[in-house]
């Protein structure tokens, strides 16, 4: 299987698109950590840790797997609060960095200012 990873800042659209995009490049890249051979779809709802069975060392790979293919940041404030709340499932990954990534017209221009 060969997974084509698109960079954020090429895509086009509305933040929804976006956030969707995300989620399939997210998911496509727990896919290509090889977790189990048993995993053979990643839905949102899934627990990274309790579900998917993730690791420490498998969590910081996946991670920068993410930095290096879909968006480089800092992901420490994810990690802490989703951790600390029991919450480190797939979708509240994908939200985490879409919300990042996604700039609506007015933050630029409050950015400008």
């Not at 989620?23 to 048993?38: D, G, K, M, P, W």
């Not at 709802?45 to 910081?60: E, H, N, P, V």
Request: glycine fraction near 6%; avoid cysteine.
């Amino acid at each position: 299987m060969i997974v084509r990873i698109v960079p954020v800042h090429r895509f086009y659209g509305s933040s929804l698109v976006i956030r969707q995009q995300i989620s399939e490049q997210v998911r496509q890249l727990i896919l290509a950590q090889r977790i189990s051979a048993e995993i053979r779809e990643v839905p949102e709802s899934a627990s990274l840790t309790y579900d998917l069975g993730l690791d420490s060392l498998q969590l910081a790979s996946l991670i920068a797997a993410i930095k290096e293919k879909i968006a480089d940041m800092e992901f420490t404030p994810w990690y802490v609060d989703s951790g600390r709340n029991g919450q480190d499932t797939v979708g509240g990954l994908v939200d985490y960095i879409a919300e990042r990534v996604v700039r609506t017209p007015a933050d630029t221009v409050a950015d400008q200012s």
